[in-house]
């Protein structure tokens, strides 16, 4: 039975987002807690570029530790041979790769501005798929970029071309957001059914259609037979008006009026209970409140004012609620300090950082391993620009040579 997959994008499409980022300690975090909720693939970064070097080497030496893992890390990549080979100098185990090329008429004519043909684009693509292969890639992923404006014969084209060259998936990327449920739908079974492979797809959300778009595509997909991959970020973050949710894609897989257990394998290791603190986190990190009416961990998503619906909810919640706020990791009081505060910062001192860990019930063997670790908080909060949170700073105490490593960035 095909089944479908998430392929979380947030270190990748979300950290381009205009006016936000992620430090490198808060990207590594987030793999965690994408590994924690059972998301089998994290786009973690840019092999290519300098500045991520030492933060997806790191993170790979914490996959083969067994700390991330069973999740996959996957680089992006312009679909270029040189881009590939470039990547493979820098992160020599990377394992996973998405490698990307536009593949509309309008890019080809004004991005490309008529320096390439249809069939230099399958070229490119193909040259740096087998390129990966024989770097090391043991999951080369091929993207169409702008694919909801391309011609979809040309895209049968490329997802075969990229087939015969040893990719083992074919991303369908609405880059606009352009396509609605009932176009994807078409556009993909077609794809699928031609192609036998399965298939990413990445929604954006410029129409506020990314999550209805993502589902409808994953149906198509099974339909024809073939496994799917949904991309998804954090609290929907992404470029322009963001990607499809992450929640909000598992929410509506499980719950809404579409799928049935009978015809559809959801991934079976999500861990929804996750939901709650994975998206507080991303808030926290990129500095964008979750919206009050986000569903699942919005503040007012399970909040009721109408005398109505108040009433039906408490003698059934089944009334006005289609899931429980517990499935997400809901419901604990959450405590907040108002009085003395110690924290950890860029000029913390020994006793101050000890407090802090000691109230983490984290013991040092002596003061040589304390001050090793004080030196990397003091740099993590130079590197993010705020308080380091619990997470960050288990994480430091835990993994403290692969802290060092992320928190190092040399020009």
Request: net charge negative; with cysteine; aromatic share 10%.
């Amino acid at each position: 039975m095909p089944k479908i997959f998430l392929l979380d994008v947030t270190n990748r499409d979300g950290v381009q987002t205009a006016h936000l980022g992620l430090a490198k300690i808060e990207k590594t975090i987030v793999n965690m807690y994408l590994n924690e909720m059972g998301v089998t693939q994290s786009e973690f970064g840019f092999p290519t570029t300098h500045h991520e070097t030492n933060y997806l080497n790191a993170n790979l030496e914490l996959a083969d530790m067994g700390v991330l893992c069973p999740i996959r890390l996957s680089g992006w990549l312009r679909a270029v041979k040189k881009d590939v080979e470039v990547a493979y100098q820098l992160v020599p185990k990377l394992k996973y790769l998405n490698l990307s090329i536009s593949t509309s008429e309008q890019m080809l004519s004004g991005k490309f501005q008529g320096r390439m043909t249809r069939d230099d684009v399958i070229h490119s693509m193909t040259e740096a798929t087998q390129a990966a292969l024989q770097l090391g890639a043991v999951g080369v992923g091929v993207n169409a970029e702008d694919a909801s404006r391309a011609d979809v014969e040309f895209l049968i084209d490329f997802a075969l071309a990229g087939k015969e060259a040893g990719a083992e998936r074919f991303r369908y990327c609405d880059t606009l957001g352009y396509d609605s449920p009932f176009s994807i739908y078409d556009r993909i079974i077609k794809i699928a059914e031609a192609s036998k492979m399965p298939i990413e797809l990445h929604c954006h959300n410029d129409l506020g259609m990314a999550v209805a778009n993502s589902i409808s595509g994953a149906k198509a997909a099974i339909d024809a037979g073939c496994d799917v991959y949904i991309n998804t970020t954090i609290n929907g973050i992404g470029e322009r008006s963001g990607n499809a949710d992450l929640i909000t894609v598992i929410l509506a897989i499980k719950y809404a009026n579409y799928f049935d257990n009978e015809n559809y394998s959801f991934l079976e290791n999500v861990n929804l209970k996750a939901a709650w603190k994975t998206c507080k986190y991303a808030s926290y990190a990129f500095k964008v409140p979750i919206p009050i009416t986000q569903p699942g961990v919005g503040a007012n998503a399970f909040a009721h004012a109408s005398g109505i619906h108040a009433d039906g909810v408490i003698k059934d919640r089944k009334n006005y609620e289609l899931y429980d706020y517990e499935e997400l990791g809901r419901g604990e009081p959450e405590l907040i300090v108002t009085g003395r505060q110690i924290v950890v910062g860029e000029y913390s001192g020994i006793r101050g950082f000890r407090n802090v860990y000691d109230n983490l019930e984290v013991e040092f063997k002596n003061e040589e391993e304390a001050r090793k670790i004080l030196e990397l908080t003091r740099f993590a909060n130079v590197e993010k620009q705020k308080p380091l949170v619990e997470e960050e700073l288990l994480f430091i105490a835990s993994y403290p040579e692969q802290a060092r490593k992320i928190l190092t960035l040399t020009p």
